[in-house]
């Protein structure tokens, strides 16, 4: 059985930083697009960041220059380092691997974690 287990999210003051894993069990996704989304309460998931399993990274607008993702195949796991956190930065932090149908269609997401900015 295939999981992703995010962790990591907490509360935050405003400026601070913090950073999430996503670990993966049940298969290895070293040759598989990795990416991170968000979803607030009102508004649809968004796409955060995506790295591809040679390393190269894509980020949204909004977080460009403050969050970065990477990871570690040889520990299946998956990190997104967040700094400079804004209030809008508030949502629900999910993980997800893409199996080859696109991030509308992929079996593989994380159960999310829960990231709050305050101040």
């Known amino acids: 059985q295939v999981r992703l287990v995010e962790s990591g999210g907490g509360l935050v003051q405003a400026g601070g930083s913090l950073r999430l894993s996503c670990v993966a069990s049940g298969r290895t996704f070293s040759r598989h697009t990795m990416a991170w989304f968000r979803q607030a309460p009102g508004k649809e998931r968004e796409l955060v960041g995506t790295i591809t399993s040679a390393g190269n990274t894509d980020y949204a607008d909004s977080v460009k220059g403050r969050f970065t993702t990477s990871r570690d195949n040889a520990k299946n796991t998956l990190y997104l380092e967040m700094n400079r956190l804004k209030k809008e930065d508030s949502a629900v932090y999910y993980c997800?691997?893409?199996?080859?149908?696109?991030?509308?269609?992929?079996?593989?997401w994380g159960q999310g974690t829960q990231v709050t900015v305050s101040g």
């Open positions: 997800a691997v893409d199996d080859g149908r696109g991030w509308g269609h992929t079996s593989y």
